[in-house]
Protein backbone atom coordinates (compact mmCIF):
# COMPACT_ATOMS: atom_id res chain seq x y z
CA UNK A 1 0.00 0.00 0.00
CA UNK A 2 1.58 3.05 -1.10
CA UNK A 3 1.47 5.66 2.45
CA UNK A 4 3.07 8.65 0.62
CA UNK A 5 -0.31 10.33 -0.83
CA UNK A 6 -1.30 10.67 2.95
CA UNK A 7 1.90 12.76 3.73
CA UNK A 8 2.00 15.18 1.04
CA UNK A 9 -1.33 17.32 1.63
CA UNK A 10 0.08 17.77 5.55
CA UNK A 11 3.93 17.83 4.16
CA UNK A 12 2.37 20.73 2.13
CA UNK A 13 0.80 22.69 4.39
CA UNK A 14 4.10 23.02 7.11
CA UNK A 15 5.73 24.26 4.22
CA UNK A 16 3.39 26.86 3.23
CA UNK A 17 3.23 28.13 6.73
CA UNK A 18 7.09 28.58 7.64
CA UNK A 19 7.27 29.20 4.38
CA UNK A 20 9.39 32.81 4.51
CA UNK A 21 11.33 31.25 7.61
CA UNK A 22 9.90 33.94 10.06
CA UNK A 23 10.52 37.06 7.73
CA UNK A 24 7.06 38.69 7.71
CA UNK A 25 7.42 42.13 8.53
CA UNK A 26 5.94 42.82 12.36
CA UNK A 27 4.43 46.49 12.44
CA UNK A 28 5.43 47.70 15.79
CA UNK A 29 3.57 50.58 18.01
CA UNK A 30 5.33 53.18 19.09
CA UNK A 31 5.05 54.33 22.55
CA UNK A 32 2.93 57.44 21.13
CA UNK A 33 0.30 54.63 19.61
CA UNK A 34 0.26 52.42 22.68
CA UNK A 35 -0.59 56.03 25.01
CA UNK A 36 -3.65 56.78 22.25
CA UNK A 37 -5.03 53.30 22.60
CA UNK A 38 -4.13 52.65 26.66
CA UNK A 39 -7.26 52.45 28.51
CA UNK A 40 -9.14 55.18 30.15
CA UNK A 41 -7.65 56.83 32.90
CA UNK A 42 -9.56 55.90 35.86
CA UNK A 43 -9.11 59.28 37.28
CA UNK A 44 -10.27 61.27 33.93
CA UNK A 45 -14.19 62.17 34.41
CA UNK A 46 -14.48 62.92 30.74
CA UNK A 47 -17.16 61.83 29.03
CA UNK A 48 -16.71 61.62 24.83
CA UNK A 49 -20.48 62.56 23.28
CA UNK A 50 -21.90 63.70 19.97
CA UNK A 51 -24.33 66.72 20.60
CA UNK A 52 -27.91 65.68 18.71
CA UNK A 53 -29.66 69.47 19.49
CA UNK A 54 -30.43 71.73 22.22
CA UNK A 55 -33.62 73.01 23.67
CA UNK A 56 -33.90 75.63 25.58
CA UNK A 57 -31.43 74.32 28.90
CA UNK A 58 -31.44 71.16 27.64
CA UNK A 59 -29.24 69.13 25.32
CA UNK A 60 -29.90 65.52 24.15
CA UNK A 61 -26.60 63.81 23.53
CA UNK A 62 -25.01 60.02 22.40
CA UNK A 63 -22.46 58.85 24.51
CA UNK A 64 -20.05 57.54 22.12
CA UNK A 65 -18.36 54.59 24.53
CA UNK A 66 -22.18 53.08 25.07
CA UNK A 67 -24.27 55.08 22.35
CA UNK A 68 -26.78 55.96 25.19
CA UNK A 69 -28.81 58.54 24.26
CA UNK A 70 -29.50 61.38 27.34
CA UNK A 71 -30.78 64.52 28.44
CA UNK A 72 -28.54 66.73 30.48
CA UNK A 73 -29.12 70.35 31.84
CA UNK A 74 -27.06 73.23 31.05
CA UNK A 75 -28.24 75.42 33.62
CA UNK A 76 -25.40 74.72 35.95
CA UNK A 77 -23.12 75.43 32.61
CA UNK A 78 -24.27 78.76 31.76
CA UNK A 79 -23.93 79.92 35.60
CA UNK A 80 -21.07 78.85 36.42
CA UNK A 81 -19.65 76.56 34.25
CA UNK A 82 -16.73 76.92 31.31
CA UNK A 83 -17.96 76.25 27.98
CA UNK A 84 -15.37 76.09 25.30
CA UNK A 85 -17.03 76.11 21.53
CA UNK A 86 -19.99 76.23 20.06
CA UNK A 87 -23.26 73.88 20.74
CA UNK A 88 -23.69 72.98 16.84
CA UNK A 89 -25.56 69.97 16.69
CA UNK A 90 -23.71 66.55 15.62
CA UNK A 91 -20.00 67.95 16.37
CA UNK A 92 -18.41 66.08 18.97
CA UNK A 93 -17.81 67.21 22.34
CA UNK A 94 -15.71 66.02 25.75
CA UNK A 95 -17.93 67.01 28.79
CA UNK A 96 -17.64 67.07 32.26
CA UNK A 97 -21.04 66.03 33.76
CA UNK A 98 -22.89 65.70 37.00
CA UNK A 99 -24.42 62.51 35.63
CA UNK A 100 -26.67 62.03 39.10
CA UNK A 101 -28.33 65.52 38.63
CA UNK A 102 -27.89 65.21 34.69
CA UNK A 103 -26.13 68.33 34.29
CA UNK A 104 -23.22 69.45 32.25
CA UNK A 105 -20.74 71.21 34.18
CA UNK A 106 -17.93 72.13 31.32
CA UNK A 107 -17.42 71.17 27.57
CA UNK A 108 -15.18 71.09 24.68
CA UNK A 109 -16.08 71.28 21.14
CA UNK A 110 -13.93 68.42 19.90
CA UNK A 111 -14.65 69.11 16.27
CA UNK A 112 -13.89 73.23 16.27
CA UNK A 113 -10.87 72.19 18.18
CA UNK A 114 -9.36 69.87 15.85
CA UNK A 115 -7.70 71.10 12.46
CA UNK A 116 -4.98 73.48 11.54
CA UNK A 117 -4.96 76.85 13.66
CA UNK A 118 -2.31 79.38 12.21
CA UNK A 119 -1.24 82.19 14.53
CA UNK A 120 -3.15 85.41 13.99
CA UNK A 121 0.85 87.38 13.36
CA UNK A 122 0.57 86.20 9.80
CA UNK A 123 3.91 84.80 10.58
CA UNK A 124 2.83 81.46 9.24
CA UNK A 125 3.25 79.80 11.90
CA UNK A 126 0.70 77.30 13.90
CA UNK A 127 -0.11 74.55 15.66
CA UNK A 128 -2.00 71.08 14.27
CA UNK A 129 -4.35 68.68 16.65
CA UNK A 130 -5.25 65.60 14.56
CA UNK A 131 -8.23 63.34 15.35
CA UNK A 132 -6.36 60.55 16.64
CA UNK A 133 -4.45 62.37 19.33
CA UNK A 134 -1.74 63.59 17.21
CA UNK A 135 -0.18 67.52 17.77
CA UNK A 136 2.31 69.27 15.62
CA UNK A 137 3.71 72.02 14.97
CA UNK A 138 3.69 74.44 12.09
CA UNK A 139 7.02 76.20 11.56
CA UNK A 140 8.23 77.69 15.23
CA UNK A 141 6.27 77.39 18.61
CA UNK A 142 8.92 78.83 21.08
CA UNK A 143 10.93 76.15 22.30
CA UNK A 144 9.22 72.95 21.99
CA UNK A 145 7.81 70.39 19.76
CA UNK A 146 4.14 69.49 20.47
CA UNK A 147 3.55 65.48 20.21
CA UNK A 148 -0.09 64.94 21.30
CA UNK A 149 -3.33 66.65 23.13
CA UNK A 150 -5.78 64.41 24.84
CA UNK A 151 -8.83 66.06 26.84
CA UNK A 152 -8.55 65.38 31.00
CA UNK A 153 -11.43 65.81 33.30
CA UNK A 154 -12.71 68.34 30.42
CA UNK A 155 -8.92 70.36 29.99
CA UNK A 156 -6.64 69.95 27.22
CA UNK A 157 -3.57 68.59 28.00
CA UNK A 158 -0.90 68.64 25.48
CA UNK A 159 2.45 66.46 25.33
CA UNK A 160 5.90 68.26 24.34
CA UNK A 161 9.62 68.15 23.74
CA UNK A 162 11.93 70.79 23.29
CA UNK A 163 12.83 71.52 20.13
CA UNK A 164 16.81 72.58 20.97
CA UNK A 165 17.33 68.79 21.72
CA UNK A 166 18.40 69.41 25.01
CA UNK A 167 15.95 66.82 26.64
CA UNK A 168 13.79 64.36 24.40
CA UNK A 169 11.64 63.52 27.41
CA UNK A 170 8.35 64.05 26.75
CA UNK A 171 6.17 66.50 29.07
CA UNK A 172 3.26 66.91 29.42
CA UNK A 173 1.04 70.38 31.15
CA UNK A 174 -2.13 71.68 30.77
CA UNK A 175 -3.38 74.59 27.86
CA UNK A 176 -6.40 77.11 29.23
CA UNK A 177 -8.74 77.76 26.67
CA UNK A 178 -9.41 81.88 26.82
CA UNK A 179 -11.76 81.05 23.77
CA UNK A 180 -12.95 78.80 20.83
CA UNK A 181 -15.17 78.85 17.89
CA UNK A 182 -15.49 77.35 14.41
CA UNK A 183 -12.92 79.86 13.32
CA UNK A 184 -10.39 81.15 16.33
CA UNK A 185 -8.66 79.82 19.47
CA UNK A 186 -7.22 81.43 22.03
CA UNK A 187 -5.14 79.43 24.65
CA UNK A 188 -2.66 79.45 26.95
CA UNK A 189 0.29 77.28 27.38
CA UNK A 190 3.47 77.29 29.29
CA UNK A 191 2.97 81.34 29.99
CA UNK A 192 2.23 82.13 26.46
CA UNK A 193 -0.78 83.50 24.70
CA UNK A 194 -1.78 81.86 21.42
CA UNK A 195 -4.02 83.68 19.45
CA UNK A 196 -5.18 81.55 16.22
CA UNK A 197 -7.44 81.64 13.35
CA UNK A 198 -7.94 78.62 10.88
Known amino acids: MNFSKYFIVPFLLLCLSCGNNGNTPVLKRTE ?70 KSITRYVNITEFQGLWLFSDNSGNGVRFDDNGAASNIGEVDDITLRTWRVQNGRIIFAYVLSDGSDYNEKEEEATIVSLSADQLIFLFRGHQYVCKK
Open 32 to 101: ADAARKAPKDPNDSTVVVTLEFVKGDSARVVITETQRSCILSLAELKQNGENHGSLTNRNTFAIMADLKN
